[in-house]
């Protein structure tokens, strides 16, 4: 089948499971990334070896009109931030990949929700495109359990493993598939992270705090540690009564701090000093 990505490496796999399947391309849509935290590096070096034309711009109705003048069959969306309009009247499929078990968790990012929430199994979707985000007819699902020391790279890469196990289905049936596809029904939006959400609160519980910092893992969570501002990405923690204002830094070997909390202690292995300038992750 010949097919259009739109994408960035953060569900790439995708793009090179149909690939394998013998999928035949006809170009890349991708967007800018902050080479931080977001990426298309590889997806994009991989289009250029195969000389696909790329688009680092919104996908418009010309756009779309274009695709079916290269005989374009189907549009397969993972890790694309626009939405998409009218595909109907160009292309026979357009199917986006979502990292949660939709009807939950519509919305840009829900992963760092999903633990914060402490919820017990998460899923990846592929939906028919629709002119809202996230709320097309089902096409595949795949869900999978959470563990309560889940953190955010763990659930990434589950996610990733899950894309990659639809994409596989995608790639031998699509036509039946989007014939089959089911309606979502009422669901729930989750929108961007804020940064309060974001920063840990040293008067919260042991099992809290841990529960932030997990949530972001490598994408970082700011914290105060007595006046410094730090991005923390690792940590430990122990329960033990005490008179320390949490926040407190209790104690430092090396790198690693040791801060009051309400009901014990972190232990901070990985951190950053915080840098002022454009705000950092998701």
Not at 2 to 17: H, M, N, P, Q
Not at 255 to 263: E, L
Request: hydrophobic share 40%.
């Amino acid at each position: 089948m010949r097919f259009a990505f739109a994408g960035i490496d953060f569900l790439g796999d995708v793009f090179e499971t149909l690939l394998a399947r013998g999928w035949e391309p006809v170009k890349l849509f991708s967007r800018p990334c902050d080479g931080i935290y977001d990426f298309n590096d590889v997806t994009v070096a991989r289009a250029r070896a195969l000389r696909l034309p790329i688009q680092m711009s919104r996908i418009l109705p010309a756009d779309l009109a274009g695709l079916r003048t290269l005989g374009c069959e189907a549009l397969v969306v993972a890790g694309y931030p626009w939405l998409i309009n009218g595909w109907e009247r160009h292309l026979p499929y357009a199917v986006n990949f979502h990292p949660s078990p939709l009807p939950i968790g519509r919305g840009p990012y829900p992963l760092f929700q999903a633990i914060l929430d402490d919820l017990p199994e998460w899923g990846v979707t592929a939906h028919v495109l629709e002119p809202a985000f996230d709320t097309g007819a089902i096409v595949a699902r795949r869900r999978f359990p959470l563990s309560p020391t889940e953190t955010h790279d763990s659930l990434l890469a589950k996610c990733q493993i899950a894309a990659k196990e639809i994409s596989l289905e995608l790639a031998d049936d699509l036509p039946r598939l989007c014939a089959e596809a089911r309606p979502q029904g009422p669901g729930s939006y989750w929108p961007r992270i804020t940064q309060a959400q974001r920063t840990v609160d040293w008067t919260g519980g042991i099992q809290d705090v841990l529960r932030t910092i997990r949530a972001f893992g490598s994408i970082e969570t700011f914290a105060q540690i007595d006046a410094r501002y730090v991005y923390v990405w690792e940590a430990a923690g122990w329960e033990e009564p005490h008179r320390y204002r949490p926040g407190t830094l209790v104690h430092k070997h090396r790198r690693h701090m040791v801060v009051a909390a309400r009901d014990g202690f972190i232990q901070v292995t990985g951190w950053s000093p915080y840098a002022p300038g454009p705000a950092r992750g998701k």
